[in-house]
């Protein structure tokens, strides 16, 4: 995919929360909690495993960043941080991305398992079988 096509590469500066050298934070345009956040590296890479080390680092500060933000403004419960990295694992924009979901107490009515439920045959673990 071209940079010029990628949603990641040609960001409105309005869209941008957060930022260093090499990511930027910003809101997902498809929440599934108030507050989801995707923290991006400024490098067009499609995986986690392509970062550098340096970008890797940055990309972790603004996790924190974004999260201490995130507790401040809407007081979340937890919590998930995931990554699809592959078409496999469901990655849909081909630019690395992280997402940072807050979680609220009562979001669901049993959140047990979190990101285990992408196969939810696998997910309910704990349950007798």
């Known amino acids: 995919m071209s940079d010029i096509l990628c ?6 500066d ?3 929360l957060l930022s260093n ?4 934070a910003i809101r997902d345009g498809f929440p599934i909690s108030p507050g989801h956040t995707l923290i ?16 890797r680092m940055a990309l972790l500060e603004l996790i924190d960043e974004a999260k201490c933000e995130l507790d401040s403004e809407l007081q979340a419960d937890g919590y998930n941080i995931g990554i699809n ?4 694992a469901g990655q849909t ?37």
Do not use: M, N
């Open 7 to 12: 949603p990641f590469c040609t960001l409105a």
């Open 85 to 88: 990295d592959g078409a496999a």
């Open 40 to 55: 991006i590296p400024r490098r067009h890479i499609g995986s986690f495993f392509e970062l550098e080390d340096v970008e």
């Open 93 to 129: 924009v081909p630019h690395l991305h992280i997402h940072l979901i807050p979680r609220y107490q009562g979001d669901r009515d049993d959140p047990r398992g979190g990101i285990r439920w992408i196969i939810p045959e696998k997910a309910d673990y704990w349950s007798p079988r």
């Open 14 to 16: 309005d869209r941008v």
């Open 21 to 24: 050298l090499h990511g930027t």
